[in-house]
T-cell receptor, first 115, second 112 residues
Framework: GAGVSQSPSNKVTEKGKDVELRCDPI?????LYWYRQRLGQGLEFLIY????????KSGLPSDRFSAERTGESVSTLTIQRTQQEDSAVYLC?????????????FGSGTRLTVV | GESVGLHLPTLSVQEGDNSIINCAYS??????FIWYKQESGKGPQFIID?????DKRQGQRVTVLLNKTVKHLSLQIAATQPGDSAVYFC???????????FGTGTRLKVLA
């Protein structure tokens, strides 16, 4: 597609429920990243996918968080047993290559509110 | 640990004035920097980048300055317009890694 697409744009869920967030990267982009942005704060790295390589999961805050990516296409971020502290905007970004000079293209994010 | 920080969390400027947003980085090995603009409800958008072998780069109404001696990055916006109101992030990365490190961000408010 023309840009990185994320869905849903907004999600309100009850504490304890599971949620699944989706990211459609730009076609042909081999690298895909998930970041979390709490209100008024910077971007916190969660996970990185590059082609068929093992993902870098070092940023996932707990075992309630997991992510998958099928080949070089769609990725889903799953949060199990959501907590209020999980409320944030979850941003997905993709990049043409792992070459750092390509930069990222971000989606508009999913705003997650846990009540 | 490595971090990218910003001196001013909020900057208010008059429309038409020039804006300067500052950023300090701690990793002297970082060799590539990007400024992103994030408008309300949107994801960060690339504005301008600079490699460590440069000290200045200009775009359309924007200029990025890099001072490696003091590990300082700045974004200058000329003739600031209402549409420039947003949060601005700087990000750093160094060769051999693939994760950008982002600062907290500076909110730019343009006053009419």
């Amino acid at each position: 597609g023309a840009g990185v697409s994320q869905s849903p744009s907004n999600k309100v869920t009850e504490k304890g429920k599971d949620v699944e967030l989706r990211c459609d990267p730009i076609s042909g982009h081999t690298a895909l990243y998930w970041y979390r942005q709490r209100l008024g704060q910077g971007l916190e790295f969660l996970i990185y996918f590059q082609g068929n390589s093992a993902p870098d999961k070092s940023g996932l805050p707990s075992d309630r968080f997991s992510a998958e990516r099928t080949g070089e296409s769609v990725s889903t971020l799953t949060i199990q047993r959501t907590q209020q502290e999980d409320s944030a905007v979850y941003l997905c970004a993709s990049s043409l290559s792992r070459d750092i000079y390509y930069g990222y293209t971000f989606g508009s994010g999913t705003r997650l509110t846990v009540v | 640990g490595e971090s990218v920080g910003l001196h001013l969390p909020t900057l208010s400027v008059q429309e038409g004035d020039n804006s300067i947003i500052n950023c300090a980085y701690s990793n002297s090995a970082s060799d590539y920097f990007i400024w992103y603009k994030q408008e309300s409800g949107k994801g960060p958008q690339f504005i301008i980048d600079i490699r460590s072998n440069m000290d200045k780069r200009q775009g359309q109404r924007v200029t990025v300055l890099l001072n490696k001696t003091v590990k300082h990055l700045s974004l200058q916006i000329a003739a600031t317009q209402p549409g420039d109101s947003a949060v601005y992030f700087c990000a750093e990365i160094y060769s051999g890694t693939y994760k950008y490190i982002f600062g907290t961000g500076t909110r730019l408010k343009v006053l009419a």
